[in-house]
């Protein structure tokens, strides 16, 4: 049977089984829910550009999910899991058309242990609405990435990595963070099936290629009172080490954030400023120290504030891939890479601004990497070609950083740039046909 007879007949079949999914078949909807923010990459936007689901869905329950899974497994289509759209590296976008099943219905907050802090939401749910709920209880949420108030929890632990909250707790896929995944297997006969920290640990950034995520069981943190600090610099090396001073002592730090100078023109409500900055969110006990630091350096508290998460103006989003967007704002020409830093990062950044001048610029996070304090960089680039990218990489990988490569679409070369055979396997087990979001997970198509 030819794929048009298919779509008819799955579409069909749909309406008759289901009253409640609604369907998308209007080509601007279509192309709308088939996209996310890979055009921060020019070299992933020519990939993905045509990229187009033929039927876009959108559940209202766990049940019509085993539906769809059942019925895409009997028609032969494959299906691409989509949260809100906030990724960046085409997660959510159908290489082979197909069928694409928004999951931002699938919202409920199941439980909360209000003894450990452990939560079992639905995937759909925005962090946002996790964030305020937790809130309400004395709890926050360990890790969050900058686009908070829009992306949904099961977009973030399957297409994420980390965020606000590294610095203190690591990545996401460092064991405690997930405690378990509900999924919904793609068979002949679909199973709703629960998987311990363990097991769940193939699909934590798995970018929804072997199982679909309803829940999650997630770790919180007890709700501590941030405050908001931004301190001036104006050399690099003296903010670096400012940042490692801070990150190694005593206090409780959620966010530690470096900006340079020429990036910061690109910032809302601080763009006048042409002095390289450090962004904290620190706790009580934390800010008086970092004002004793500051007078140690000689450096200038430019802001400080208690953060009042209910406003649309928080430094927290001038970090992660927020500082990235802030720039193309300001020019669309700039793109951006990811990486560790190798722990000499003072020569390593000298390196790169005697060679490429400011044709790259530097942001850092400070991180948490095997319970040891790093930095990250996000650094933005100013696009020529994707020669030029590869160059770059190729430098920063002989210098010693290890590169997650924003520019590609699969899950390995985005990460570690190995096959991952737990993912594979879970795949095998929970996707046998190989009909979830194709082409992403390279172990996979090579196996």
């Known amino acids: 049977m ?16 289901s009253s409640q999914i609604q369907i998308f078949t209007d080509v601007n909807d279509r192309k709308k829910y088939s996209k996310d923010f890979y055009d921060y990459s020019p070299i992933l936007f020519d990939i993905l550009k045509n990229c ?19 019925l895409c497994n009997k028609y032969s289509l494959p299906l691409t899991i989509r949260g809100s759209g906030t990724g960046n590296y085409g997660q959510c976008v159908p290489l082979n058309n197909g069928v ?26 925005l962090m946002r609405d996790l964030e305020f709920f937790l809130r309400e209880n004395k709890r926050q949420l360990r890790l969050m990435p900058s686009t908070w108030r829009s992306s949904t929890i099961g977009g973030f632990i399957a297409g994420g990595a980390g965020g606000i909250g590294s610095v203190k707790w690591g990545f996401l896929r460092d064991p405690g963070n997930l405690l378990g995944l509900e999924i919904i297997t793609l068979e002949k006969e679909p199973k ?3 998987l311990d920290m363990k097991d769940a640990e193939p699909l934590n950034h798995g970018y929804g290629t072997n199982g679909v995520i309803t829940a999650l069981k997630l770790s919180t943190a007890r709700e501590i009172q941030w405050h908001e600090i931004i301190v001036e610099f104006d050399d690099i090396r003296y903010a670096l080490e400012f940042m490692k001073l801070c990150t190694s002592a005593a206090i409780d730090i959620n966010l530690c954030t470096f900006i340079e100078d020429k990036i910061v023109k690109s910032l809302p409500n601080i763009k006048d400023n042409n002095r390289h900055l450090i962004l904290f969110l620190v706790d009580e006990i934390g800010k008086h120290v970092i004002f004793n630091f500051s007078k140690q350096y000689q450096a200038n508290i430019l802001y400080e504030n208690i953060e009042n998460i209910n406003s649309g103006k928080l430094i927290r989003e001038f970090s992660w891939n927020h500082t990235t967007l802030h720039m193309r704002n300001y020019d669309k020409s700039w793109t951006y890479l990811q990486m560790l ?4 990062e003072i020569e390593f950044i000298n390196h790169f601004k005697q060679k490429w001048k400011d044709k790259v610029l530097w942001h850092l996070e400070a991180v948490r990497q095997t ?4 930095l990250a960089a996000l650094p933005l680039v100013d696009f020529e070609s994707e020669d030029q990218i590869n160059e770059l990489i190729v430098e920063c990988k002989s210098m010693g950083a290890i590169i997650f490569n924003p520019h590609v679409i ?13 993912q594979v396997r879970a795949k095998s087990k929970y996707d046998p046909n190989g009909l979830l979001n194709q082409g992403k997970l ?3 198509d090579i196996s």
């Open 410 to 422: 699969t899950v390995e070369d985005g990460g570690l740039g190995v096959v991952d055979s737990d």
């Open 341 to 344: 830093l190798p722990k000499n």
């Open 192 to 194: 709703k099936i629960f």
């Open 2 to 17: 030819s794929k048009d007879f298919r779509l008819i007949d799955f579409k069909d079949e749909i309406q008759r089984s």
């Open 371 to 374: 319970g040891e304090q790093r």
């Open 100 to 125: 694409v099943m928004i999951m931002n219905s699938i919202n409920r907050i199941r439980h909360l242990n209000e003894g450990s802090g452990e939560t079992f939401v639905e995937s759909g749910c």
């Open 52 to 70: 187009c689901a033929d039927i876009v869905l959108r559940p209202r329950s766990v049940d019509d999910i085993i539906l769809i899974a059942k």
């Open 442 to 444: 390279k172990g996979w």
